[in-house]
């Protein structure tokens, strides 16, 4: 294993040196199964081609902490631009992989986002001439794509297989982009066990003009899923038959960033649709400690999470803050 990720870099000449370092280190790692990269810093097209080549990468299981730049383009040739074919290509020599990461840089001109924003996603997952070839990854498990926009990298994941994908992570690249993570989840959601969805701290808070992505309908064995702001609706299509029970969904565990009435509502709706659902986490926030008066505790989001808690304990599920780990 390889582990880059405690490095700090400051200067910009620690990026080149540490670069260029991996570059002449790579081919001498034949037994390398885990790389874990610096996550502030850019990988070359060198390192990659260096690092594609050795021995042994198709033994490579983890791959962690890849960071690329946004493909720019005309809007005619965004989709398949060729930013990110080093990578690309080191992926189709890796059928072993079973932990991926990449990240992309979030830092938007107004005039890439018009673009993006404005691509037909559903037109060009329709034309299959337009889909990159797909990769061999028939082991990967946990797949994380942070601000990764619709490029031939995120077309190529589109149209390859995953069949072992059991955990993803993502942040959509734009907040105005909801076909984006629908597609993800319409493709590749039907395995999943967990999921956390990302929002970066620069996007308005708005998913977008578009339907919500269908999380709990795409993703119908998912036992723990994280949202972050602005929350998602949460919906499962009516019961074929009056018995409700007949379509139950699996969810375990729901984590929030902090109370939100109307979603809480919602969940509350769905209970009964939830059999298995024993826990409700509200990640950034914090119980007060024992002694506090109780003024104290009925007040603000104090009060918010304790109404919250008596309303989900009558359905058996717990109400808990960001301090709650799961036993399993």
Known sequence: ???????????????????SNLTRLFPLLPF???LYFVPEMF???????????????????????????????????????SSHDALIQLLRNCPR?????????????????????????????????????????????????????????????LGTPLPKLRHLAVTPYSGHHTAQLSALLTTHGRSLVSLRINTPRH???????GPPPPILTSCPELHYLSLSQPLPALALPAPV??????????LRVLTIPRPNARFLR???????????????????VRWLRPGVSGK?????????????????????????????????
């Open 97 to 157: 992989l079973e932990q991926l990461e990449i990240a992309c840089s979030d830092a938007l001109s107004p005039e890439l986002e018009s673009t993006i924003t404005d691509l037909d996603l559903s037109s060009l997952r329709d034309e299959s001439a337009a889909l990159p070839p797909p990769l061999c990854l028939p082991h990967l498990k946990f797949l994380c794509l942070s601000a990764v926009p619709i490029c031939q990298l995120f077309l190529t994941f």
């Open 203 to 209: 996007l308005p808070g708005s998913m977008g003009d």
């Open 266 to 284: 919602s969940v509350e709706a769905l209970l009964h649709r939830f059999p298995s659902l024993i826990v409700v986490r509200v990640r950034a």
């Open 1 to 19: 294993m390889l582990d880059l990720s405690e490095i700090v870099l400051v200067r910009s000449t620690d990026f080149l040196s540490v670069d």
């Open 296 to 328: 104290a505790l009925e007040t603000g989001v104090q009060g918010e999470m304790h109404g919250w808690r008596r309303k989900f304990a009558r359905g058996g599920v717990r109400l808990v803050d960001g301090e709650w780990r799961d036993p399993e």
């Open 241 to 250: 038959q009056d018995d409700e029970l007949l379509h139950p969904h699996p």
């Open 43 to 81: 990988l070359s097209n060198r390192a990659l081609g260096a690092l594609q080549i050795k021995d042994g990468i198709g033994e490579l299981r983890s791959l962690k902490g890849i960071k690329i730049s946004v493909p720019v383009g005309h809007a005619s040739t965004l989709p398949l631009a």
């Open 32 to 34: 390398l199964a885990s």
